[in-house]
């Protein structure tokens, strides 16, 4: 069996009246992330950090934002891709470690919701799936609520 790891990391800019998409769900919230999907920064390290643990380059790679056809999609719709793109490779999915970092709101009460989502776009288990998250304590761009970033490493197996 082989064995790979992957990590992800993706940020967004916050902007006052933007719908704020979080693992495959719209918080409520005044500000939403700025970009050229609907800017789910949880999806988007998540797919990072698989498409890296394959060596199948990056997201950007895959879906450029200078591409229509991705222009607005549903995050959720990438990572499906992503997973398209792993099993066309032999590859399953052993388990995702995530961590937000963000100010506000707080995202708590909203994981297992995000992992309800998440998981079977994913094909695994909710206990496959972290999702954790922290502040950054008010300091630099996440402390003044200007962006969010998020994290992912993830282990995935090929017999």
Known sequence: MKIRVGFGFDVHQL???NDFWL????HAHTKGAVGHSDADVLIHAICDALLGAAGLRDIGFHFPDTSSEF??????ILLARVVTLLT??????GNIDCTLVLE???????????KQTLCPVLGIEPED????ATTNEKMGYVGREEGVCAYAVALIQRA
């Open 15 to 17: 902007k006052e009246g």
């Open 104 to 114: 506000k709101p707080k995202i708590n009460p909203h994981i297992d919701a995000m």
């Open 23 to 26: 693992g495959g769900i719209k």
């Open 129 to 132: 799936l972290a999702i954790k």
């Open 88 to 93: 066309e490779k032999n590859y399953t999915i």
């Open 71 to 76: 222009k607005g999609i549903d995050s959720k």
